[in-house]
């Protein structure tokens, strides 16, 4: 009986000590972030991409239905000279963080800005556009002429984005959207009092929709926007490889023609 309850205790100790080994690996597992991201994508030679896809002209399904755009032409160019496929990640503005921090894919290219609380959490390659903030009214609005007008009124925007951040930055009430399709189309039918968004996007809006009913309150210069390509935190190596290509893409002309091509000007 003895020998009994001595073999019962050990294999109960042996459990124990199996347990806790399990889970400091799992910290281990979970703390480590990602070995070596470079050479990752190197080896498997595959760049996942994450991006909106309905996001004109910077992510977007041209007529054809492929996908396009000014950010996606210049990640698919890094991609090139990286010496990888680039496989492009569809998915929501609003879900796009969170599918980079579960690792279904490796880098966001779809206009990111740089903002100080996404540096708490990220880590950005350099700026690759720039580009100052408008605010979008209906046509018929009255008494609004400028960034502050906003305070008391109501904007449209996503929660994640700069945008929505400047909205609240001068006095507005957030009105949640998934996109700027929709924020945009608020403004259109009188829903909300404004939008605030990026010269570039709202100067392709109008090619598109030379007819829409929108005025642009004048830009407001110190509201520059930088977008960059982001990344987990932790993944210096192949950032600093991002860097020396887009540097390589800015002295042989590459992002001045891309931008050209796209906006008329060189947004870089």
């Known amino acids: 009986m003895r020998k009994i309850l001595y073999l019962f205790v050990f ?42 896809g309905t996001f004109a002209p910077f992510s977007f399904h041209d007529d054809s239905g492929k996908l396009t755009g000014y950010d996606v032409e210049i990640v698919e160019e890094v991609a090139e000279r990286l010496g990888v496929e680039p496989e492009f990640h569809e998915t929501q503005w609003d879900s796009i963080f969170a599918g980079l921090d579960a690792k279904r894919f490796d880098v966001i290219a779809n206009q990111v800005g740089i903002t100080e609380e996404r540096l708490e959490k990220y880590e950005f390659t350099e ?20 960034f502050e007008d906003m305070e008391g009124k109501v904007a449209s925007g996503t929660l994640t984005s700069n945008w929505g951040e400047l909205a609240e930055s001068h006095g507005a009430e957030l009105e949640k959207v998934e996109g700027f399709n929709q924020a945009i189309d608020l403004v259109i039918s009188k829903r909300v009092d404004g939008t605030f968004h990026d010269k570039l996007t ?8 030379p007819d829409a009913p929108i005025e642009i309150i004048p830009e407001e210069t110190e509201a520059v926007s930088e977008n960059a390509f982001m990344f987990r935190q932790g993944n210096e190596e192949i950032i600093e490889k991002f860097n020396s290509i887009l540097e390589d893409m800015r002295e042989d002309g590459t992002l001045a023609e891309i931008s050209e091509k796209w906006f008329g000007e060189d947004v870089s």
């Open 202 to 209: 709202i100067l392709d809006f109008l090619n598109q929709r």
């Open 127 to 146: 700026p690759y556009t720039r580009s100052t903030a408008v605010l979008i009214i209906h046509e018929d609005t009255e008494g609004i002429t400028s």
């Open 11 to 52: 294999i109960l100790l042996l459990s124990l000590f199996a347990a806790c080994s399990n889970q400091d690996s799992s910290a281990e597992a979970d703390t480590g972030g990602d070995d070596n991201l470079l050479e990752e994508v190197k080896d498997k030679g595959v760049l996942h991409i994450g991006t909106e």
